[in-house]
């Protein structure tokens, strides 16, 4: 499957268009200003400053000396406004440390020339088992109405329609509401209760733009849509034994599971092809730009 | 150029697991000599110049908590709902020159008691005799507080004692006796209030009220109508109870003017503490909001208040504010303000706020700026009321903190739970009947208080378990005083649901000490408001007569300062709320001064 669908030739289109690059971080910094001045969602500008800052220059300098040049950034972008947005801590080095893995497990952990976590999904995850004591996710509200989380579920909605991961999300949402009615049903707790965490912003991060992520996702539109439905299972036996940040673990441990074996799955398809028609053809990558590892320099 | 791909693939391996590494390493260079802490007294004497002993049942104090049984729609999550109501605060209500120690109960039919201090290191509770005692009966509520203050100027300290239910206010009848004044006062008739404090903010000579409401005052938590009453956000919430400033017109009778005044929110208040961070001559109100931002009440000549929070920087970001008290921790004759939040591994780490006022923003305009994790007093736990003071009298304020919110089954957690619901919408957050079931599990519990030093020079240094102070019990309410006029500050602690102890302080001889103990005759008698500096070896410290501070409590209304190997300060200056200001030369250090109001 490819992702080059042609969206008409105007600015806005091409702005809107999977091909742009910048699309991504233009949104997901519109919906960072409107919460913090509603809201003063972040910890502190300086911090969520600084979580961009590392995860640029770690991205600019591994970039370089991995490839030679310099990488795109607007990806590193994603990821330090990505931590930025998602740690919470009252101190300023887990904001640096967390943009700093993020990074270079983007360089270091890959498979047959791609990475297999989502940068800031690892990062986030290492750092929650690693230094608890400093650091939570985000875990608040959209102020206290219910109209800033329907515009940011609608914006997101459209935003994923558009670059062609809507299933993804919807697969994640629809899974997690079903199992959420299973848990209400195993632990005997209100079903209001096992739906609310998805309706804070820390999930609409989540759905929209870390389970999306092109380069750590598998390659089928199938396929995509049973490795959301696993996120939530995992996430589902994790929240069963009682583990805070689930989404986060499910995703770090579902998410390079399935791209190993698409990886693999991909490479036995090629090796087929080849040996079939004694021509080269890769079986290509998806090539959407809206998450914070997908890795739009050199690196990928 | 590309490096050798196997040597960058190594390196970039190595610098993985570096980064990786990098916080066990952190923790282990900040954990510094944790695990081989031992209360020790000669340990603690040489090393801190103090040790704090809990001797409350020596002392004859044998009181334990209450916590109140609300309505049975609050079952599944009635020990996190009913978690506050234990609060000490500190009197000498009959003037016999000894503080005594008032201390509320909730629990329905529960006493509150009255500890006289006898003199001889024992307390009796005499609050039956008094009067005192009664105040939790069905359909009346439950106490949460107390604060003193003469607001009669007849020389006998009243006392208001504010709770989930109707406030009270009674008239100290010359230390024999308490004679309830509520109808007469006008006071509002039920009021889930967990934060009140006694200051004259016109500067009248008379005291005034502020009350501030946690729940709506609306709700009565033991015959609910509707269990859609919590806060609509666990950092945005603005549907608690209003606030009320109360002014005193004199002849026992008071006026509601928090509107007219310039107050008018319903954040979910807890804690309050007036002082004047400006040098105005008038105390600015400072309020600490549970699921939500402080409030900076500037006091614009005792005409009107200005909400100035965000413009001053402590109304910005929201968390889950317990506690205000103000302290010099600096000796800079300026006050910082502690407010106290939660911080759990992994989950909630809000960090308290030490907010300092910070001189480099925009001249001339009160600005403060949060330096708890610079000066080490930032994670405490579940962290509910502190208080400022030189526990060592070595010049410098030090600062006990107390932690723990819901201690039952300590192996199981409710936070997995809680944690659903914060995060939740309004919608969800804001009714009861979707909060998950406590079962008897623990939320923040088990938690140990803080008790941090002051170096003088910017760092404070957690000494709580060698010092002496090991309980575990759900601490919520602090107050410091001297009881036996000694020139050494004891500590007083209440718990939810637990017994009140009071931690006997030894301090390591050879630093010296001053107090005071002021009396109005142009200010309100209490004196509540007067600002003393003490100079000494080129600082200078600044405390305040206060009204009531910390989490629902209030510390001795005499001021003490620790002075180091200074056995003869400079100077002391007293601003009084009148704005009399009077000088005392180069007073003898390691007396109690008793001072009346020039005027």
Wanted: neutral net charge; charged residues 20%; proline residues 4%.
């Amino acid at each position: 499957m490819t992702a080059t669908v042609n969206r008409g030739s105007s600015a806005i289109g091409r702005f809107f268009s999977l091909e742009n690059r910048y699309l991504a971080p233009f949104l997901i910094t519109s919906i960072l200003l409107a919460s913090e001045v509603a809201f003063g969602l972040l910890e502190s500008f300086s911090r969520t400053l600084l979580a961009i800052s590392v995860s640029i220059l770690f991205d600019l300098v591994l970039g370089r000396l991995t490839y030679g040049r310099f990488p795109n950034v607007a990806s590193a972008y994603i990821t330090g406004i990505s931590v930025g947005i998602l740690v919470r801590s009252p101190v300023f080095w887990p904001y640096a440390l967390c943009s700093a893995i993020a990074i270079t497990s983007k360089y270091t952990l890959r498979w047959r020339g791609h990475h297999l976590w989502n940068p800031s999904n690892f990062a986030i995850s290492a750092i929650l088992l690693l230094a608890p004591e400093y650091v939570a996710t985000l875990s608040v509200q959209w102020g206290n109405d219910v109209w800033p989380m329907t515009i940011v579920w609608i914006l997101g909605a459209a935003i994923v329609y558009r670059v062609q991961r809507f299933h993804i999300t919807l697969a994640y949402v629809l899974s997690f509401a079903a199992l959420s009615a299973l848990r209400c049903m195993i632990t005997g707790h209100p079903l209001l209760a096992e739906l609310a965490p998805i309706t804070g912003p820390m999930y609409q991060l989540f759905v929209f733009f870390m389970i999306t992520d092109p380069k750590t996702t598998v390659s089928t539109r199938r396929g995509q849509i049973l490795v959301a439905f696993l996120v939530a299972v995992a996430e589902m036996i994790l929240r069963l034994a009682r583990v805070v940040d689930a989404p986060f673990f499910a995703l770090a441990i579902v998410g390079p599971s399935a791209m190993a074996v698409d990886i693999w799955r991909r490479g036995r398809k090629t090796q087929t092809v080849n040996q079939g028609n004694g021509k080269v053809a890769a079986a290509p990558l998806p090539n959407y730009r809206i998450s914070g590892s997908a890795s739009s320099g050199p690196a990928d | 150029m590309p490096l050798n791909r196997t040597v960058l693939r190594a390196s970039l391996t190595a610098l993985l697991a570096a980064l990786l590494a990098a916080p066990v390493i952190y923790k282990r260079l900040a954990g510094g000599s944790r695990g081989v802490q031992q209360a020790d007294v000669a340990n603690a004497l040489v090393h801190y110049g103090f040790h704090l002993q809990e001797s409350a049942q020596a002392a004859g104090i044998h009181f334990v908590h209450t916590a109140p049984k609300l309505d049975a729609k609050l079952n599944h999550i009635m020990e996190q709902v009913a978690s506050m109501g234990a609060a000490v605060s500190i009197v000498d209500f009959n003037r016999d020159g000894r503080a005594d120690i008032y201390v509320v109960n909730s629990g329905e039919g529960s006493r509150n008691a009255l500890y006289e201090n006898l003199g001889d290191g024992r307390f009796r509770d005499v609050a039956e005799e008094v009067g005192l005692a009664d105040l939790n009966a069905a359909g009346t509520g439950a106490s949460m507080g107390a604060v003193w203050g003469d607001y009669d100027n007849d020389g006998y300290e009243d006392v208001l004692v504010y709770k989930w239910g109707k406030p009270e206010l009674f008239h100290n009848d010359g230390g024999k006796h308490f004679s309830r004044v509520t109808e007469q006062a006008g006071l509002p008739a039920w009021v889930n209030a967990n934060t009140a404090i006694w200051f004259d903010y016109d500067n009248d000579g008379k005291l005034d009220l502020f009350l501030g409401g946690y729940y709506r005052e609306d709700i009565d938590l033991w015959h609910l109508t509707t269990t859609r009453f919590m806060p609509t956000s666990f950092e945005y919430a603005s549907n608690g109870g209003r606030k009320y400033l109360i002014h005193n017109l004199g002849g026992g009778r008071f006026e509601e003017v928090s509107a007219k005044m310039g107050i008018d929110s319903r954040r979910w208040s807890l804690a309050a503490v007036a002082a004047d961070f400006r040098g105005t001559g008038y105390s600015d109100l400072f309020v600490a909001n549970d699921y939500g931002v402080s409030e900076l009440y500037l006091n614009e000549g005792g005409k009107r208040f200005r909400e100035a929070g965000k413009e001053t920087g402590v109304g910005f970001a929201p968390k889950s504010g317990m506690n205000a008290s103000v302290g010099d921790v600096l000796n800079q004759g300026k006050f910082a303000v502690y407010v106290s939040n939660i911080s759990e591994e992994g989950v909630l780490v809000q960090g308290n706020n030490l907010w300092m006022p910070d001189p480099s923003r925009v001249a001339g305009k009160l600005a403060f700026e949060n330096v708890a994790n610079a000066m080490g007093v930032e994670l405490g736990g579940w962290s509910f009321g502190a208080q400022f003071g030189d526990l060592n009298n070595d010049g410098f304020l030090d600062l006990f903190l107390t932690n723990g919110n819901v201690s039952l089954d300590r192996s199981r957690s409710y936070w997995y739970d809680y944690s659903k619901v914060a995060g939740g919408n309004e919608a969800i957050i804001s009714d009861a009947a979707n909060w998950p079931p406590l079962e008897g599990r623990s939320l923040g519990g088990y938690q140990q208080k803080h008790v941090w030093i002051n170096d003088g020079a910017g760092r404070f240094t957690e000494v709580a378990m060698m010092a002496g102070v090991t309980d575990l019990y759900d601490g919520r309410s602090v107050a410091m005083a001297d009881f036996d006029n000694r020139g050494v500050l004891d500590v007083v602690v209440a718990n939810q649901r637990g017994p009140l102890l009071l931690y006997r302080n030894t301090v390591a001889p050879g630093n010296h000490w001053i107090e005071f103990e002021l009396e109005g005759q142009r200010s309100n008698r209490s004196a509540i408001g007067a600002e003393v500096r003490v100079f000494w070896n080129g600082r200078v410290q600044l405390q305040e007569v206060s009204g009531g501070s910390g989490f629902c409590s209030q510390n001795q209304r005499r001021l003490h300062f620790g002075l180091g190997k200074t056995s003869t300060p400079d100077r002391v200056e007293i601003r009084w709320p009148s704005g009399i200001r009077q000088k005392i030369e180069a007073p003898a250090a390691d007396r109690l001064y008793r001072l009346k109001e020039p005027v």
